[in-house]
């Protein structure tokens, strides 16, 4: 018989061997288990994924954000610092220098010209692209800084262009250009400054031919009035040589085509630009009554529905030059025919005077300067009136006041930033 003690030592040792050597898992726990494993491992990698692309997204927008708000700083501070008032007949002895605004044929909603107008698809994310700004400014803060070869200059004056070009494309047939801002220096009493006679497109400054000195010697504010010499070191790259020195037009290309190339890369204030969109103010386009989500609104010139819309409710707004669906009275017609653009991009130019007095027949017309020879020729409105003149600005009004929209693309996560810059010339 078997004792009870050995009974019992059996009994304890069975239960020792249950509690230390459990039973293990079979296959399909081991694959169950494996399975709910790799779905949360994918559902955090998932997770995390999404969190790193919205962050690299937020980065990219900040960084778009950032680089816009510099350029649009930067224009600002460029239109607020102008030495010439918006007004026409600038006179060379004043020393103003110059404001030109140009618009080229591309507008936000179509593309092309005349017999080529056409709208634009619905999808379009490309804007006004062939819009350009030149003026001469001062510098509030630090000073300008050019070269011309291996020699720096600084002046607190310059001739300043804006303006874009063709760059990037991304998927999808999104178009960008860059957008560059092009200085020129303006030295005034430096007569020592040796420019070459044939200046190089990277030269940075302004200058002018003088008669008695080969070569050519820096421009004042006084000689830029006159449109022959400005942006004269590329002069005769993007402007024609007869009078009135307007943008040389090449069927196909852009107001900035002549521009690619020179200082690709050196001039650069923003990239993946969509459009840059210059508008002067007209105080006699229409506002026309609209709805917006059924509220009765005001359309200005633009606005989607404005070629529709209904009664004018208004007048004075922002407007592309040259645009006649506006019933604007100024800035929506044709340019003057004496100002001798026909056939050239809409302008405004702040214009010289010193073109009624210079001895030069503008207009080929066997007529010099009679508006200055102290005589009543036309025998009306008196001595020297506006009718004797032989020439005329493009558009013969004061500009009031300029708007600019700069749309820019983001590609990372494809979004668009917009920014607008409005500045006054000429107080009310």
Same mark, same amino acid.
Request: proline letters at 7%; glycine letters at 10%.
């Given at each position: 018989?078997?004792?009870?003690?050995?009974?019992?030592?059996?009994?304890?040792?069975?239960?020792?061997?249950?509690?230390?050597?459990?039973?293990?898992?079979?296959?399909?726990?081991?694959?169950?288990?494996?399975?709910?494993?790799?779905?949360?491992?994918?559902?955090?990698?998932?997770?995390?994924?999404?969190?790193?692309?919205?962050?690299?997204?937020?980065?990219?927008?900040?960084?778009?954000?950032?680089?816009?708000?510099?350029?649009?700083?930067?224009?600002?501070? =460029?239109?607020?610092?102008?030495?010439? @008032?918006?007004?026409?007949?600038? *006179?060379?002895? $004043?020393?103003?220098?110059? &404001?030109? #605004?140009?618009?080229?044929?591309?507008?936000?909603?179509?593309?092309?010209?005349?017999?080529?107008?056409?709208?634009?698809?619905?999808?379009?994310?490309?804007?006004?692209?062939?819009?350009?700004?030149?003026?001469?400014?001062?510098?509030?803060?630090?000073?300008?800084?050019?070269?011309?070869?291996?020699?720096?200059?600084?002046?607190?004056?310059?001739?300043?262009?804006?303006?874009?070009?063709?760059?990037?494309?991304?998927?999808?047939?999104?178009?960008?250009?860059?957008?560059?801002?092009?200085?020129?220096?303006?030295?005034?009493?430096?007569?020592?400054?040796?420019?070459?006679?044939?200046?190089?497109?990277?030269?940075?400054?302004?200058?002018?031919?003088?008669?008695?000195?080969?070569?050519?010697?820096?421009?004042?504010?006084?000689?830029?009035? =006159?449109?022959?010499?400005?942006?004269? @070191?590329?002069?005769?790259?993007? *402007?024609?040589? $007869?009078?009135?020195?307007? &943008?040389? #037009?090449?069927?196909?290309?852009?107001?900035?085509?002549?521009?690619?190339?020179?200082?690709?890369?050196?001039?650069?204030?923003?990239?993946?630009?969509?459009?840059?969109?210059?508008?002067?103010?007209?105080?006699?386009?229409?506002?026309?009554?609209?709805?917006?989500?059924?509220?009765?609104?005001?359309?200005?010139?633009?606005?989607?529905?404005?070629?529709?819309?209904?009664?004018?409710?208004?007048?004075?707004?922002?407007?592309?030059?040259?645009?006649?669906?506006?019933?604007?009275?100024?800035?929506?017609?044709?340019?003057?025919?004496?100002?001798?653009?026909?056939?050239?991009?809409?302008?405004?130019?702040?214009?010289?005077?010193?073109?009624?007095?210079?001895?030069?027949?503008?207009?080929?017309?066997?007529?010099?300067?009679?508006?200055?020879?102290?005589?009543?020729?036309?025998?009306?409105?008196?001595?020297?009136?506006?009718?004797?003149?032989?020439?005329?600005?493009?558009?013969?009004?004061?500009?009031?006041?300029?708007?600019?929209?700069?749309?820019?693309?983001?590609?990372?996560?494809?979004?668009?930033?917009?920014?607008?810059?409005?500045?006054?010339?000429?107080?009310?």
């Amino acid at each position: 018989m078997v004792s009870s003690d050995r009974l019992a030592r059996c009994r304890v040792a069975r239960r020792s061997q249950l509690i230390f050597n459990p039973r293990g898992l079979t296959l399909i726990e081991v694959l169950v288990a494996l399975v709910a494993t790799l779905i949360l491992m994918g559902a955090v990698i998932s997770v995390l994924g999404m969190v790193g692309t919205n962050v690299a997204n937020s980065r990219s927008q900040i960084e778009v954000s950032n680089r816009l708000r510099s350029a649009q700083m930067q224009l600002r501070d =460029d239109l607020a610092g102008a030495t010439c @008032p918006g007004m026409v007949w600038q *006179r060379p002895e $004043a020393g103003n220098g110059y &404001l030109e #605004i140009i618009e080229g044929p591309i507008r936000d909603a179509v593309v092309g010209s005349g017999p080529n107008y056409s709208p634009k698809p619905p999808e379009s994310l490309e804007g006004d692209t062939d819009d350009m700004i030149l003026l001469t400014t001062k510098s509030k803060g630090q000073p300008f800084v050019g070269k011309i070869g291996k020699a720096v200059f600084q002046s607190n004056i310059a001739e300043v262009m804006w303006f874009l070009v063709p760059a990037q494309q991304f998927a999808g047939g999104v178009q960008t250009y860059n957008l560059h801002r092009r200085i020129f220096l303006v030295l005034p009493n430096t007569p020592s400054v040796s420019i070459p006679a044939t200046p190089n497109a990277n030269d940075e400054v302004a200058s002018r031919n003088n008669p008695a000195i080969p070569g050519n010697i820096p421009a004042t504010l006084g000689d830029l009035t =006159d449109r022959q010499w400005r942006v004269r @070191p590329i002069f005769n790259i993007i *402007r024609n040589q $007869a009078f009135p020195h307007n &943008l040389r #037009i090449v069927p196909g290309k852009d107001a900035n085509f002549a521009l690619s190339g020179l200082r690709e890369g050196e001039d650069i204030v923003l990239s993946n630009v969509l459009g840059m969109d210059v508008k002067v103010f007209d105080p006699t386009a229409q506002i026309k009554s609209g709805q917006a989500d059924g509220t009765p609104v005001g359309l200005n010139p633009g606005d989607a529905g404005y070629k529709q819309g209904g009664t004018v409710v208004g007048t004075g707004a922002y407007v592309d030059l040259g645009d006649t669906t506006t019933g604007s009275t100024q800035f929506g017609l044709g340019m003057s025919l004496a100002s001798k653009f026909t056939g050239s991009y809409a302008t405004y130019d702040t214009w010289n005077f010193g073109y009624e007095q210079d001895g030069v027949d503008q207009y080929n017309d066997s007529i010099i300067d009679l508006g200055t020879d102290g005589l009543d020729n036309d025998n009306t409105n008196g001595v020297d009136d506006a009718n004797e003149r032989e020439t005329s600005p493009p558009y013969p009004y004061p500009l009031r006041g300029i708007q600019v929209k700069i749309r820019v693309y983001e590609p990372s996560s494809k979004s668009i930033r917009e920014v607008t810059i409005e500045e006054t010339f000429v107080p009310e």
